[in-house]
């Protein structure tokens, strides 16, 4: 049967993708508003409205919106990041209804009561600190906010302690009423659903949602290139090594899940074998992308001793030299296309990585992306392109370096 689509009247997405053989369904509740629509005296306040909307609505209290998927077997969550927020749960099949129902009166009817605020503004400060505390979580977000600077992809998605504590009832209801509007707004469900059943339950509890319409993209982000060494008490330094990558719309964004994962994507990647299996350097050593609407970045991560460190800076300049000038043989290029794409399928047999995949497609594509024609670019990408690719990114002038550690 495949996807099906929906548009409600207001302009809220309904997306359906039927799967008879399971006996559940994975919810998500979209919003396209994320840390990069924020204006200037809002930072974070997107991820504390998340946080909010599990705090109590008209009819429920905190504790009996919990009680209402997780008693009927389900389990519920929620996510913010820099482009989107999702509401999501995962519940048995004959409980579609009731979980949309659920997730439908936290966005749209919840108290956003002046004490559950202060006492939950008390929460994010406390999972701020918690950040800061983790040198190897807090090394990203201040790796990509020395690259990307004050440019609304660059600030972190969970704000400040001083932003966090001064929000209002009314900033929060101002922010929503601006934001979670028709157009950006989507239903995603992958399980075993009747798409009949699910547009009329999505216009019950969907169709009062006032419609407006989505925001434009940034300016590119312009990544410059930086050494930065924050000295803290620790064990180890904490690393990210990276640059500038592609947006989710560059025709390069395959070209880079390539040269991602043979350089640091998995356990036969290059980093991980030359730094840890060869030579014990480091406990984990891998490398990611992030890909956003308006630009992307590539980063190299890990944690070693200081002794090792200035080693394990050259090795990863060595990796991106080889890169660079001979790209990858002829079998490590099409084991790599194989891992991605193995892990592509797999993912496919889970109700909740269905309901992820078709939803971002929607958001940034507004379309449906077979599996098969991401496959077939995949596979098509080529030595050239990466080499190409490899040079214009992997250049020691473009690379910035961020690190957490003991002082010398």
């Not at 999972?127 to 600077?149: A, C, F, Q, T, Y």
């Not at 929060?172 to 239903?187: A, I, Q, W």
């Not at 790599?336 to 993912?347: D, E, M, P, Y």
Request: glycine share 10%; proline share 3%; with cysteine.
């Amino acid at each position: 049967m495949g996807i099906q689509k929906f548009t409600l009247p207001n302009g809220v997405r309904v997306l359906v993708e039927p799967v008879g053989h399971v006996r559940s369904a994975a919810i998500g509740l979209w919003c396209r508003t994320g840390s990069r629509h924020e204006l200037d005296n809002e930072a974070g306040i997107t991820h504390l409205i998340e946080h909010m909307l599990f705090k109590g609505t008209k009819s429920r209290t905190s504790k009996e919106i919990a009680e209402s998927i997780e008693g009927r077997g389900g389990s519920l969550n929620a996510f913010t990041d820099k482009e989107a927020t999702c509401y999501y749960c995962r519940v048995l099949s004959d409980d579609v209804e009731n979980g949309v129902e659920v997730l439908s009166d936290m966005m749209l009817n919840s108290l956003f009561d002046s004490e559950e605020l202060a006492r939950e503004e008390g929460v994010v400060i406390e999972e701020i600190k918690r950040g800061e505390d983790e040198p190897g979580d807090h090394v990203h977000e201040l790796h990509l906010s020395g690259r990307w600077g004050n440019h609304p992809l660059g600030k972190p998605i969970i704000g400040t302690k001083e932003s966090v504590s001064g929000f209002t009832r009314d900033n929060l209801v101002s922010y929503m009423d601006r934001r979670y509007r028709g157009e950006n707004v989507l239903l995603s469900i992958a399980g075993n659903i009747d798409p009949v059943a699910i547009k009329a339950i999505a216009e019950k509890t969907l169709g009062g949602i006032d419609s407006g319409q989505a925001d434009e993209q940034p300016e590119r982000p312009a990544g410059s290139a930086s050494v930065n060494f924050v000295e803290k008490d620790v064990e180890q330094v904490h690393f990210c090594i990276g640059t500038d990558g592609t947006s989710i719309y560059d025709p390069e964004l395959y070209t880079m899940s390539v040269l991602d994962a043979a350089l640091g994507g998995s356990m036969s990647s290059r980093l991980f074998q030359e730094i840890r299996e060869k030579r014990g350097l480091v406990y984990s050593v891998g490398s990611y992308v992030l890909n956003y609407g308006a630009g992307g970045a590539y980063t190299v991560y890990g944690g070693t001793s200081p002794e090792n460190w200035p080693l394990v800076q050259e090795i990863v300049r060595t990796e991106f030299d080889k890169i660079m000038k001979g790209g990858l043989d002829v079998d490590e290029l099409e084991r790599t296309k194989r891992h991605i794409c193995g892990n592509i399928v797999l993912a496919l047999e889970g109700m909740s990585s269905r309901m992820m995949r078709m939803s971002r497609n929607e958001l940034n594509h507004r379309r449906d992306i077979p599996v098969e024609e991401t496959l077939e670019r995949i596979n098509s990408v080529t030595n050239d392109e990466i080499v190409g690719l490899a040079q214009r990114i992997l250049d020691a002038e473009k690379v910035s370096t961020t690190a957490i550690g003991p002082a010398n």
